[in-house]
Every structure is written in structure tokens, then in C-alpha cells.
């Protein structure tokens, strides 16, 4: 079922960094997707949502799909120490399956 | 508000005890999903529900059960049989083939 592979990290950064997180997909017929963010001991919640290839973006969170690569990314600019958490790219089928996600650490 | 409503936050079970972790939500969502985290590991699916009097086994689903006899309730159920049940609970539900929303989880402890 790991039809999306994703960057296993952790990524530690300074704060004000650029962030860069990555997930590619193998499943050509998924239409949408999300970036969902995991604080400790908290259920995960939906970061970012997108259908279509190109960039959305929201404030400091950019979410980048190519779906002829299936690739797709989180940026996030100027990072912040609130945004240390772990970050999801679930697959989109019937069932939603989650990865271990990516731990990412802002240092101030 | 609307929205997913786990209880209770923590829960200690003894060994061959059986213990029931709640699910409500109030956003009208046909589709229902219960989740196990382990320390640092990502969310595996133990059983979801696309609709009511319906449910299908996720990957670990031995040692669990579930109802969904109602459409905003989705009961689990960690049984004696599941011999290693301490772990982090999270419930979600969909209403449609996006946009997942979960609870805000059960910690299931053994004492």
C-alpha cells in the first residue's frame, strides 16, 4: 500500500530557514493532495490541500505539485520554532494511508 | 463547533481487559477512520467505515473491533486479544474522498 514514499528526515533547521519537504507517488490516477501537519501527541491536521498541478499558497506554506514526476513539496518560508512538528503527504485512495512523515525541528 | 470528539484522553487497561475508546463527530461525515501510532512510527489503519452497518478491516486489525451503528459514532474496542495495545488512538472521518479530519487522540496504556 506504500503508494506514496516520502522523505524520512528528521530536518533540523534555524529559525528563518527555507524549508524544503518532499513525498513522490506512484499512483498516476490520485487527483489531489494534502499536507497535513502533526504536533506531538496531537491528531494531525490538514496543512494544505491541492488538485491540481502548480503551486498554492498559503502565507509562509507553499505546497508544490508536478504530477507528470509525481512529486510533491512543502515549502515554508522564514521558519519559525512553532513549526517544529511532523509533517504528512498521505495517499488519497478509499482508505487515507499515512507514512512515518518527516519530523522537522526549528531551532531559535 | 463541529467537529471529531475522541474520549476519554488516556486510558489504562489491565491485562485481559477488554476497553472501549469513543469516536463522535458532528460534521455529517459518511466515512470514519481509526488509526494507531506508536512512538515515533507514522499512523497505521486498524478499520474505517464508509458508511453506516459497514466497516472493513485496515492493516492491523487483529485484536480490535468496531461498530457503526450510528452515523456520527464509531466506537473501537482493543480486546484481550491485542497483546500489545499500548499506543496513541486517533479517530477521523471524511465526507468524501478528501480532506481528512481526525480527533484529538487516546492514550491507551497498560498498567
Known amino acids: 500500500q506504500k503508494e506514496v514514499e516520502q522523505d524520512p528526515g528528521p530536518l533540523s533547521v534555524p529559525e528563518g530557514a527555507i524549508v524544503s519537504l518532499n513525498c513522490t507517488y506512484s499512483?498516476?490516477?490520485?487527483?489531489?493532495f494534502m499536507w497535513y501537519r502533526q504536533y506531538s501527541r496531537k491528531g494531525p491536521e490538514l496543512l494544505m490541500y491541492t488538485y491540481s498541478s502548480g503551486n498554492k499558497e498559503d502565507g509562509r506554506f507553499t505546497a508544490q505539485v508536478d504530477k507528470s514526476s509525481k512529486y510533491i513539496s512543502l515549502f515554508i518560508r522564514d521558519s519559525q520554532p512553532s513549526d517544529s512538528a511532523t509533517y504528512l503527504c498521505?495517499?488519497?485512495?478509499?482508505?487515507?494511508?499515512f507514512g512515518t512523515g518527516t519530523s522537522l525541528t526549528v531551532i531559535p | 463547533d463541529g467537529g471529531i470528539t475522541q474520549s476519554p484522553k488516556y486510558l489504562f487497561r489491565k491485562e485481559g481487559q477488554n476497553v472501549t475508546l469513543s469516536c463522535e463527530q458532528n460534521?455529517?461525515?459518511?466515512?470514519m477512520y481509526w488509526y494507531r501510532q506508536d512512538p515515533g512510527q507514522g499512523l497505521r489503519l486498524i478499520y474505517y467505515s464508509q458508511i453506516v452497518n459497514d466497516f472493513q478491516k485496515g492493516d492491523i486489525a487483529e485484536g480490535y473491533s468496531v461498530s457503526r451503528e450510528k452515523k456520527e459514532s464509531f466506537p473501537l474496542t482493543v480486546t484481550s486479544a491485542q497483546k500489545n495495545p499500548t499506543a496513541f488512538y486517533l479517530c477521523?472521518?471524511?465526507?468524501?474522498?478528501?480532506?481528512?479530519?481526525f480527533g484529538s487522540g487516546t492514550q491507551l496504556s497498560v498498567l
Open positions: 477521523a472521518s471524511s465526507g468524501g474522498k478528501e480532506k481528512l479530519f
Open positions: 498521505p495517499n488519497t485512495g478509499n482508505q487515507f494511508y
Open positions: 460534521l455529517n461525515h459518511d466515512a
Open positions: 499512483n498516476s490516477a490520485f487527483q489531489y
